[in-house]
């Protein structure tokens, strides 16, 4: 297991105004990480990030992005294919082999509608990622109302796309009440890159499919027990990267990614393994 750099995860506080492609490289290659998962390019040119990447030693792990592809009407999902497709490009120059599909649900679709919707957009996404040999996943999102939440919805669309597969988020399934450890075996066929995020029970933040509501909380310091995912990964001989994920605002993100990273080294063992 490899852990990397979630550039969402630095966009944010006192980083977020400051934000640049250089600063971040900086701040990932002196952490000993090996490369950086892109969630979008920030206005920049891909071949500038690139360049800047290489400048450092630095690999793009996946690169990430919207693309709303659920609608029931095949030429309302064409817009969507089209960002897909801009997207397998930008992932091409970045120099990536997989890409990451976040889908939330809709309010006029119910979850199997959305899911439906989504699978025929993904079959059509598929045609694309095949000629650019760039493998198309989709996350646990951390939505009531959407399409993925929960593992059994992913294999479901699996079974229609048997080239889709998964990123796997250890703190979204729990939204859909599905421990992170279940969830990663019933998926781990499928799984080539994962997010490690946390959470804690409070009175605001997301709401859950039993009705409670969780705030982002840095991994290690939230209700996941971390020490026994890792187990279970090691059991299954996971070896591909692992998202530092952090959503909240209690620590900058500098801070965040130092603590989080030192946690994950105590429980994964080595390094950056």
Request: aromatic share 10%; glycine share 10%; with cysteine.
């Amino acid at each position: 297991m490899k852990i990397s750099m979630m550039s969402y995860t630095m966009y944010r506080g006192k980083w977020k105004d400051e934000f640049n492609i250089k600063k971040l490289c900086e701040f990932t290659k002196n952490l000993g990480l090996e490369g950086i998962d892109w969630v979008t390019t920030y206005g920049n040119k891909p071949e500038e990030i690139r360049k800047i990447m290489d400048d450092y030693g630095l690999k793009t792990i996946c690169y990430t992005f919207f693309a709303d592809i659920n609608f029931k009407e095949k030429n309302l999902r064409q817009k969507g294919i089209d960002e897909i497709k801009k997207g397998l490009e930008i992932a091409l120059i970045l120099g990536t082999d997989k890409i990451m599909l976040p889908i939330p649900g809709k309010k006029e679709y119910t979850r199997e509608e959305s899911r439906r919707n989504v699978i025929e957009g993904l079959k059509e996404a598929m045609k694309e990622g095949e000629k650019y040999n760039i493998k198309i996943t989709v996350e646990h999102f951390p939505d009531i109302n959407g399409p993925f939440l929960v593992s059994d919805d992913i294999n479901f669309a699996i079974k229609e796309i048997p080239e889709l597969r998964v990123t796997f988020d250890s703190g979204n399934v729990i939204l859909g009440g599905e421990r992170p450890e279940d969830a990663f075996i019933n998926n781990q066929k499928y799984i080539i890159h994962c997010h490690f995020k946390d959470w804690i029970i409070s009175e605001d933040g997301r709401v859950g499919i039993d009705g409670r509501k969780y705030k982002p909380a840095l991994v290690g310091e939230g209700i996941i027990d971390y020490i026994k995912l890792v187990e279970v990964m090691k059991k299954y001989n996971y070896d591909g990267y692992i998202n530092l994920e952090y959503e909240g605002n209690e620590y900058e993100p500098d801070v965040a990614m130092k603590k989080g990273l030192e946690f994950l080294k105590s429980i994964t063992g080595g390094k950056n393994e």
